[in-house]
C-alpha cells in the first residue's frame, strides 16, 4: 500500500493523523480552522490575533514582507501529524503549519495570506539565504554546523531518533541492531548523518531520498529495513498503517525543532522567540499540539527557548 494513498484515504475519511484545522493551499491559503470540522471528534478551529502595528527597524526580511504585504515559508509536505499536503486538495495541515500560521499572525500578517512553498531537507539552507523563503517550519533541527549558514528561533519542539520498521520484523529493536540492515532517510538530514558518522550500518546499506515517504515506500515494498528520523514523524506514518509498520527502540539523538531565518536578521529572530514565548506561556502551543501532532498519542513536552 502506497503511503501517498494511505493519507489521501485518511484524510477523506476525516480520520487523518494531521487534522486540517487551519490547513493552507499552497499559493491559496485558507484561514485557520477552515478545514473540516464534520465529525463529534473534529479538534475546535485554531484562530490567531494579527497582532497590529508591527514594525521591526532593521530587520531586512521583514521590510521585504511589509512590501510584498504577503508571506512566503518554507515548509514540508509528506510528514503526518507535522507538515502534510493533501494531493488532491493542495492542503496543508500539521503541527508545523499552525507554528508558521501563529508566527505569521504575530508578526502582523494575515495567515491567509501565506503561500506554503515545499523544501525539501537539503535546500533548506540555500532557500533560506536567497530569500526565496521569508522563514522556513519544518522539523529543522539546530545544528551548530547550520547555524554557521542560518540562524534559528526556538525550539518550539523536542524530539528524538528513532526507527520504523515492518510490523512482522523482530530483528531490528534498536540502533544497535541496524547492522546489516539497509537504512533510509533523507538526503541532508540530522538522521542519515547521526547513522553514517556512528557507523549505525553499512555504508551500502545506507539509502537516502529526497521525502520521508519516499523511504517509508521502500521499507513496505521490502527495499529497506528500516526507516529513521524524529520519532514524531515515524509514529505518525504507524499510525497511517499499523497493520504493517511500528516504531521500535528507545530515541537516540535529541532533535529540537527551529524556525529557519536569515542568518544575520537578529530583530527577526527575537520578534518570533517572542511570539513562541507568549504561545508557550498562554496555552496557544498546547492547543496546536493537541489539534495536531497530539493525535499521534505521543504526550506533549514544551521547549525550552534558546535565544542568542
Known amino acids: 500500500m502506497r503511503i501517498r494513498t494511505l493519507a489521501v484515504g485518511l ?24 478545514g473540516d470540522q464534520s465529525g463529534t471528534n473534529a479538534p475546535a478551529a485554531l484562530s490567531y490575533p494579527v497582532a497590529q502595528g508591527v514594525d521591526l527597524q532593521g530587520s531586512p526580511v521583514f521590510a521585504k514582507m511589509k512590501s ?28 508545523d503549519i499552525e507554528i508558521a500560521k501563529l508566527v505569521s499572525a504575530g508578526l502582523g500578517f494575515d495567515p491567509e495570506k501565506i503561500t506554503f512553498r515545499t523544501v525539501d531537507s537539503g535546500a533548506r539552507e540555500q532557500t533560506i539565504a536567497n530569500g526565496d523563503v521569508n522563514y522556513y517550519v519544518g522539523t529543522y533541527s539546530i545544528t551548530d554546523k547550520r547555524k554557521a549558514l542560518v540562524s534559528f528561533a526556538g525550539p518550539y519542539f523536542v524530539a528524538g531518533q528513532d526507527l520504523l520498521v515492518r510490523k512482522d520484523d523482530s530483528s531490528i529493536t534498536g540502533k544497535d541492531t541496524l547492522k546489516g540492515k ?43 529495513d528500516a526507516v529513521t528520523t524524529d520519532d514524531a514523524i515515524l509514529k505518525g506514518y504507524a499510525a497511517q498503517d499499523p497493520d504493517n509498520l511500528k516504531v521500535v527502540g528507545q530515541t ?38 493537541a489539534a495536531t501532532l497530539g493525535k499521534s498519542g505521543s504526550p506533549a513536552k514544551k521547549p525550552t527557548l534558546e535565544k542568542y
Open 68 to 95: 510584498a504585504g504577503a508571506l512566503t515559508v518554507g515548509a514540508k509536505d509528506d510528514q503526518p501529524g507535522l507538515g502534510l499536503k493533501d494531493p488532491t486538495t493542495g492542503k496543508f495541515g500539521g503541527f
Open 182 to 224: 539497509k537504512v533510509c532517510s533523507v538526503t541532508g538530514s540530522t538522521p542519515i548523518q547521526k547513522v553514517r558518522s556512528e557507523n549505525l550500518t553499512e555504508p551500502g546499506n545506507i539509502v537516502e531520498f529526497q521525502k520521508y515517504s519516499q523511504c517509508v515506500e521502500k521499507l513496505l515494498s521490502k527495499d529497506v
Open 11 to 34: 484524510l477523506a475519511g476525516g480520520l487523518a493523523l494531521t487534522t486540517l484545522t487551519a490547513c493552507g493551499k499552497e499559493g491559496t491559503p485558507t484561514s485557520p480552522g477552515s
Open 252 to 289: 537516540f539523538s535529541t532533535e529540537k525543532y527551529g524556525i529557519g531565518l536569515n542568518k544575520d536578521d537578529k530583530v527577526l529572530r527575537d520578534k518570533v522567540n517572542e511570539i513562541l514565548q507568549k504561545a508557550l506561556d498562554d496555552g496557544t502551543w498546547d492547543k496546536i499540539y
